[in-house]
């Protein structure tokens, strides 16, 4: 629905009902195409906030530093969530130099020696869990065998959580990626997530090992952050590096499984399979609503439309990454499209800080399925699957296949 307003443009209802498979959101799809910078009030958090759609001016937005993450905090802004998405004090809620600060401290995590190290780890567990879901033979729930458990164990290496604390984690990342949480609930989990790394960190910086908790604790200790900004932004790595891998994977092999033709070819030469993932990125519409707001600190065009200063933005990705002055015939799976880089990492400043992992995590599962599993298919029709309702990122409920 659309109602008018007193004063200026026309303020959009965006009500954020889930989707299925990757139908792209109707609204910002339209406003895409209709009005590019639009106002829009959502389902939580008052007064409305402008929502950018398109590439061009959503790369501006993200590169621009007068639009702020720490304003965000503390405010009851328009959110598709009831609670605020991103711990406050992390790494997604800093602007410079602090957000400078954060990111080198975790920089080093992403290395070619640590990407060497989580790689051949990814390839061993991958290869183990394929091994145990064809032992137990067809069908098989892939997100419960092979995507979810392989997600969950490279955050586990990557960050230096002990297998054995895994399940709570995935309890957390539940309770806290849920539309439905409330606030309080969700604060209370971030509460014990919190409490959970600290810690672990405590503990890390007695005895060190070679993880991202170890060093973030090396950094507190030397005085290059405080506790709660290290807390904040392993809870962070945390939750996204569970359940956006689990999600765009397994949404990855069900495009993949409905697309035989296109799949068969990439079987055919695996060379292909990296720019094949950078199409499947662009094409998965990865997130029902938007995400962490920005706040302009100053007046700012943005596609002949003044953005005020104070004025809360979001952006979406999903609506850019199927722009089509971008990409030509963009709703169309092309694996072997060669045009401009897609923003499903998002961009500028707060670009995703695990793409290099997300990307080599995306690739070793299914370059591991197209080889072991060469007649991999849905184990029901695929209007039949179901799909997450209620929650932060889309994806699969389950994905039943055999083989
Ligand atoms: C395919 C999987 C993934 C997708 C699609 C994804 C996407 C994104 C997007 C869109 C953003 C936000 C950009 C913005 O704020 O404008 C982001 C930020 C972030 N992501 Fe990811 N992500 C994925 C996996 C991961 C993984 C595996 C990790 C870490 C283990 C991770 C850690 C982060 C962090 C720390 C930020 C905040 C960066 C900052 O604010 O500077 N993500 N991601």
């Not at 695990?354 to 029901?380: C, D, H, I, N, Y």
Request: hydrophobic fraction near 45%; include cysteine.
């Amino acid at each position: 629905m659309t109602a008018p307003e007193h004063h200026g443009p026309v303020v959009h209802d965006w009500a954020v009902v889930p989707l299925p498979a990757t139908d792209p959101d109707p609204l910002p799809r339209r406003l895409l195409r209709e009005e590019p910078v639009a106002r829009v009030r959502l389902p939580y958090g008052e007064g409305h906030a402008w929502l950018v759609t398109r590439y061009e001016d959503i790369r501006q937005i993200t590169s621009d530093p007068r639009m702020s993450r720490a304003l965000t905090a503390g405010r009851p802004l328009p959110s598709s969530t009831p609670h605020t998405l991103a711990p406050a004090g992390g790494v997604g809620r800093a602007d410079p130099p602090d957000h400078t600060r954060l990111r080198k401290l975790i920089a080093p995590t992403f290395t070619r020696r640590r990407m060497r190290a989580l790689r051949a780890h990814t390839e061993e567990r991958t290869a183990d869990l394929a091994a145990r879901t064809q032992d137990a033979g067809p069908p098989a729930d892939l997100t419960e065998t092979f995507i979810g458990p392989l997600s969950a164990s490279v955050v586990a290496e990557l960050l230096g959580v002990p297998a054995a604390d895994l399940d709570r984690v995935h309890a957390w990342r539940e309770a806290v990626l849920r539309h439905d949480t409330t606030e309080a609930d969700a604060e209370s989990v971030k509460g014990e997530i919190a409490a959970y790394v600290a810690g672990l960190a405590r503990h890390r910086a007695e005895h060190p090992a070679d993880d991202l908790i170890s060093e973030l604790a090396a950094a507190r200790a030397a005085g290059g952050l405080s506790t709660p900004e290290l807390v904040s932004t392993a809870v962070m790595l945390t939750l996204n590096g569970l359940d956006a891998v689990r999600n765009i994977v397994a949404t990855m092999v069900y495009v993949l499984l409905v697309h035989p033709d296109q799949t068969a070819k990439l079987r055919a030469e695996p060379a292909r399979l990296p720019p094949a993932v950078e199409e499947l990125l662009r094409y998965i519409p990865q997130r029902n609503g938007v995400g962490m707001p920005r706040i302009a600190t100053a007046d700012i065009d943005v596609g002949g439309v003044t953005v005020r200063a104070g004025d809360v933005v979001h952006v979406f990705y999903p609506a850019a990454n199927r722009d089509p002055a971008v990409f030509t015939d963009p709703d169309r799976l092309d694996l072997e499209r060669d045009e401009a880089p897609h923003l499903a990492f998002g961009h500028g400043l707060h670009y995703c800080a695990g793409a290099a992992l997300a990307r080599m995590e995306a690739e070793v599962m299914l370059s591991t399925l197209l080889t072991r599993f060469p007649a991999l298919a849905l184990a029901v029709a695929p209007e039949r699957l179901a799909w997450r309702r209620g929650t932060v990122n889309r994806g699969p409920v389950a994905l039943p296949v055999t083989w």
